[in-house]
C-alpha cells in the first residue's frame, strides 16, 4: 500500500509563514510530479504548486513569489513553504502525487493525503 502523510499545517496570523511537509511510504517503484492542493469551504479544490521529479515547477498565480515548493527524492517528500500568508490561503491543503507502486509499475497512478488544516487569521 501506498501512504501519503502531511505535516506542518496550523493557524498563523496574517504575514507569517508555515511549512507543510508531505511524505510518501508503502511499496513504490518510483514518484513522478508531487504537488499540493487546496480547498477553502464552498469552494473547488485547487492546484497551489506542483513539482516533477526533475525539479521543474509550477505555481497558481495566487501564490507565485510567497510559496515555495520542494522535494527530497531519497526520502519522497515534498515541501510547501509558505510566506507572507493571507486570510484568503486559509484551507485544507492536500498531498497529490504520481506514483508508480512496485505491485503495478507499467502505470502511474494518483494518490492524495489526508490534509491539513492551514488558517490565517489575527
Known amino acids: 500500500q501506498v501512504q501519503l502523510v502531511e505535516s506542518g499545517g496550523g493557524l498563523v496570523q496574517p504575514g507569517g509563514s508555515l511549512r507543510l511537509s508531505c511524505a510518501a511510504s508503502?511499496?513504490?517503484?518510483?514518484?513522478?510530479?508531487m504537488g499540493w492542493y487546496r480547498q477553502a469551504p464552498g469552494k473547488e479544490r485547487e492546484l497551489v504548486a506542483r513539482?516533477?521529479?526533475?525539479?521543474?515547477?509550477n505555481y497558481a498565480d495566487s501564490v507565485k513569489d510567497r510559496f515555495t515548493i520542494s522535494r527530497d527524492n531519497a526520502k519522497n517528500t515534498v515541501f510547501l513553504q509558505m510566506n507572507s500568508l493571507k486570510p484568503e490561503d486559509t484551507a485544507a491543503y492536500y498531498c497529490?502525487?504520481?506514483?508508480?507502486?512496485?505491485?503495478?509499475?507499467?502505470?502511474?497512478?494518483?494518490?492524495w493525503g489526508q490534509g491539513t488544516q492551514v488558517t490565517v487569521s489575527s
Open positions: 497529490n502525487a504520481l506514483i508508480r507502486p512496485q505491485m503495478r509499475p507499467l502505470a502511474f497512478y494518483t494518490y
Open positions: 508503502g511499496s513504490i517503484f518510483s514518484i513522478n510530479a
Open positions: 513539482i516533477t521529479s526533475g525539479g521543474s515547477t
